[in-house]
């Protein structure tokens, strides 16, 4: 997984994402102030930063303009176009407008690693590989027939490892906001990777939740 450097001052918000972060499998290293990230990037390397814009001392924009080439996240409460403008054209790789539901911060941060190719193109665990970039399963070598939405939801588990997520959270991530289906059908893509793949004791059931892929 990634090395990542968190530049936020609150303390609860920078606790918060280190966790998440960490549940998924990165590297995470917490700062609290612009001139303390840039006096840990002389000494150490990253593959990704979060950046949080308003920063005492020196601004997020600052420490941009200071460090060398990073991939970076701005994160911001700042809303306004001319913002997110500036911190696009200065080359971050996205913006993240606070308050920000943590699913989306790792889907983005997932997003930016694999275009900046720091992100594996495979995950494996047991006897089971995922293979992101060919969009295939493996079981014990062999390649296992699966539908695009058994695919989509075991890719969303494994993503978001380790973390509970509700029927509707799995629905919006694997079929789509504009789903308009029942839960059930959740239910349904779950039973049928547990069976195919052995994951019986992999995805757990979260009691009056869903699901969490234990890793």
Request: hydrophobic share 45%.
């Amino acid at each position: 997984m990634a090395k990542i450097l968190i530049v936020e001052d609150e303390v609860p918000i920078n606790t918060l994402i280190k966790k998440n972060l960490e549940l998924v499998g990165h590297e995470c290293v917490s700062v609290y102030d612009g001139q303390a990230a840039i006096d840990v990037l002389k000494d150490h390397s990253f593959d990704l930063i979060l950046l949080d814009v308003m920063l005492p001392g020196l601004d997020g924009f600052e420490v941009f303009e200071k460090i060398s080439r990073v991939p970076a996240i701005f994160l911001t409460a700042r809303s306004s176009l001319s913002d997110r403008l500036k911190g696009l054209t200065m080359g971050a790789d996205d913006y993240l407008t606070k308050p920000f539901e943590m699913l989306e911060l790792l889907a983005r941060v997932d997003a930016v690693l694999r275009r900046t190719k720091k992100e594996e193109k495979s995950f494996a665990f047991d006897n089971v590989i995922i293979r992101f970039d060919s969009r295939q399963i493996l079981l014990d070598g062999a390649v296992v027939d699966c539908t695009p939405k058994e695919y989509d939801l075991l890719e969303v588990l494994v993503l978001n490892r380790n973390i509970a997520l509700s029927r509707e959270k799995l629905l919006s991530l694997a079929w789509g906001y504009d789903y308009e289906g029942d839960t059930r059908t959740v239910d349904v893509h779950i039973q049928k990777l547990r069976k195919k793949l052995g994951l019986e004791e992999r995805i757990k059931t979260v009691y009056k939740l869903g699901y969490r892929l234990e890793v």
